[in-house]
């Protein structure tokens, strides 16, 4: 199996691109991502070895009839293929996003009793990188079930980066390579702000600021290493909430965290 030799060819240093959730939540088109991908090469990232460029939640609305998960036909009208292609065209990688229960965080369409179909449709699609979220859980296993959407990666026959994205709810560092993952979160979600963690409103923990992500990591550096890698969840940087000052340290702190 992939997971349990070839893992490190998929992600040999930490993955590094663009998401979407971070500035636009759901707000996401096909319009938009080109556009991303395009910044992103002009402006520099992708020669400076920023890649991945990934679609966070809300792309997808409905399964059909067969059980194939569809995208948004408004906000995505040429296909999740076609969007691909685009990418790929110009040097970079695609990334797309599911979760682990029957809906996403966003309540669109999740992949649980989905996993093999729709790890085949990522690798019609030409994926590259999968975030695999852990909302709408009921009773399942984190091991176990990222365990099975690593399995269903590999009999798609195409190499997909898994992202955990379980927030450090059970210790992942401790079980997330063996469970076939590339990376997995630490914690809950960053907000832009410097320190202070803050309780969502539907009263389960929290957000976080950087300093508080900071000191969540401490321990958890020797879990970390080619092709599988903690993640202290994705920069704030220019989003607005925070100074200057503070947006060059958090971007050189996630530096420090992740070098290896």
């Not at 920023?50 to 995208?71: F, H, P, S, T």
């Not at 927030?167 to 202070?196: F, S």
Request: net charge negative.
């Amino acid at each position: 199996m992939l997971c349990a030799q070839g893992a490190a060819s998929l992600a040999p240093t930490p993955p590094m691109g663009w998401n979407s959730w971070n500035k636009f939540a759901c707000n996401v088109s096909e319009d938009l991502i080109r556009q991303i991908a395009d910044a992103m090469v002009k402006s520099g990232m992708k020669d400076a070895g920023y890649e991945y460029v990934i679609i966070d939640d809300c792309w997808q609305v409905a399964r059909d009839k067969d059980g194939n998960i569809v995208a948004d036909p408004q906000r995505f009208p040429s296909g999740i293929k076609a969007l691909a292609d685009y990418i790929h065209s110009a040097g970079l990688k695609f990334g797309i996003y599911s979760d682990v229960g029957s809906k996403t965080c966003a309540g669109r369409p999740g992949s649980l009793g989905h996993e093999f179909q729709d790890a085949r449709q990522y690798a019609a699609w030409t994926v590259d990188y999968l975030k695999y979220d852990w909302c709408n859980t009921i009773t399942q296993d984190g091991h176990a079930v990222y365990s099975l959407m690593r399995q269903a990666l590999d009999a798609s026959g195409r190499p997909i980066v898994l992202s955990i994205c379980e927030w450090g709810t059970h210790t992942p560092w401790l079980w997330g390579k063996d469970a076939g993952g590339n990376l997995w979160r630490t914690t809950d979600d960053i907000q832009d702000r410097w320190q202070g963690r803050v309780k969502w409103p539907a009263g389960d923990c929290c957000s976080n600021g950087v300093v508080d992500i900071v000191d969540l990591q401490v321990g958890l550096d020797s879990y970390a290493g080619p092709g599988h890698w903690n993640d202290p969840d994705m920069l704030e940087v220019g989003n607005g909430g925070m100074t200057d000052t503070e947006y060059r340290s958090h971007f050189s702190l996630w530096a420090i965290l992740l070098r290896r």
